[in-house]
């Protein structure tokens, strides 16, 4: 992998937030993927994110495991904490640096080969933990780091750049999430900077783990006629179902709606998710109904995209192990491990 630093020029009317950075204060190295690859659309997504979030670099910690999804954290908030897990096991790492500091911003980035093949466990126990999380799911249907072998997540009949088949059913991460209690699910397209910006806010702020599958076409491998993950067949087939807005707590509103539903939506800081219905028949907040939804979807061909899902009433992994409010690294040494005679009295409670 190449770090190759960008320019350090600026331009002087750059735009700044709130603490005084601009969005070229959120980048990082140069990317090295193929010209055009969908991740990057998504790190020039996340970029902004954190910028209009006056997010602080050192406060951000960004995870990831193994494949092309895993050379995006490179890519944006080079002064953020950083870590690159073996093959699959990103979720695990998240865990336990939100356990020893929970009062940081995770982002995890992973790929379909990497949450779905060998990760699969590792990202359903997350999921069933409620880390307080961004789980950002690069989902292009093929290994594009090996050459372009399907991943689980290739559809049925979708072909490959040398015209074979695929013959086995895909995991949908989406189905995956709903079905194991995750809070925040939404699906998006790489190519729709509009949608994905604000999804992706709303969920740096959800209170929980937050799931966002991106269909993000491979360009060298997948992204050819028959591919059903390629920029030409996502635009043809996608669906927004949701339309959501971010308002974060005190700021002004920036969107404005037409005719239709509104739900407001209010997180935990305080901020604001307002969601339109684009189908009247859909509701947001009733799982069952959004599984129904998704399949009756995925059955006509459609791929639905929006924040799919929404509870404002969950808990997090610390609300489920009762932990103390102060993160374990700001505890002194000897009130964490305070000897063998309290280790004796809290063993008396098991005898």
């Known amino acids: 992998m190449s770090y190759i630093a960008k320019p350090a020029a600026r331009h002087p009317k750059m735009p700044t937030n709130k603490i005084g950075l601009t969005p070229r204060d959120y980048e990082g190295s140069m990317s090295t993927l ?6 990057d659309s998504v790190t020039a997504a996340l970029i902004q994110a954190f910028f209009e979030l006056s997010a602080e670099p050192h406060r951000i910690v960004k995870v990831s495991g193994i494949g092309c999804s895993a050379k995006t954290p490179t890519y944006f908030v080079s002064e953020a904490h950083g870590f690159n897990s073996v093959h699959g096991r990103m979720p695990s790492v998240a865990a336990g640096a939100n356990a020893a500091n929970r009062d940081l911003l995770y982002v995890g980035i992973s790929g379909d080969g990497d949450s779905l093949s060998i990760g699969l466990g590792q990202f359903c ?19 594009g780091l090996t050459k372009g072998q399907f991943s689980a997540s290739a ?38 900077k509009d949608q994905l910006v604000p999804i992706l806010m ?62 407001a939506v209010t997180l935990h800081d305080g901020s604001v998710v307002r969601l339109r219905k684009t189908q009247s028949d859909y509701d947001p907040s009733d799982r069952r109904a959004v599984l129904d939804y998704l399949g009756a979807t995925a059955a006509e061909g459609e791929i639905a995209t929006g924040l799919l899902y929404l509870d404002e009433n969950n808990e997090d992994m610390h609300s489920f192990e009762n932990t103390v409010e102060t993160p374990l690294v700001q505890i002194p040494y000897r009130t964490l491990c305070p000897g063998s005679a309290a280790l004796e009295e809290i063993q008396k409670e098991w005898r």
């Open 34 to 39: 193929c010209a055009g690859c969908g991740h």
């Open 202 to 263: 709303a969920g740096m702020n959800h209170q929980g783990f937050a799931f966002i599958d991106v269909i993000s076409p491979c360009v060298t491998f997948n992204d050819h006629k028959g591919s059903t993950k390629s920029y030409a067949h996502t635009r043809t087939h996608m669906q927004e179902v949701v339309a959501a807005d971010f308002v974060p707590l005190r700021a002004e509103i920036k969107t404005e709606y037409g005719e239709g539903e509104v739900k």
């Open 155 to 192: 559809d049925i009949g979708s072909l490959s750049k040398g015209g074979i088949e695929n013959r086995h059913g895909p995991i949908d991460p989406v189905n995956v999430a709903l079905s194991l209690g995750a809070t925040f699910v939404a699906r998006s397209f790489s190519g729709d």
């Open 125 to 143: 126990h997350a999921i069933r933990r409620n880390i307080n999380m961004l789980y950002v799911l690069e989902n292009n249907g093929v290994y």
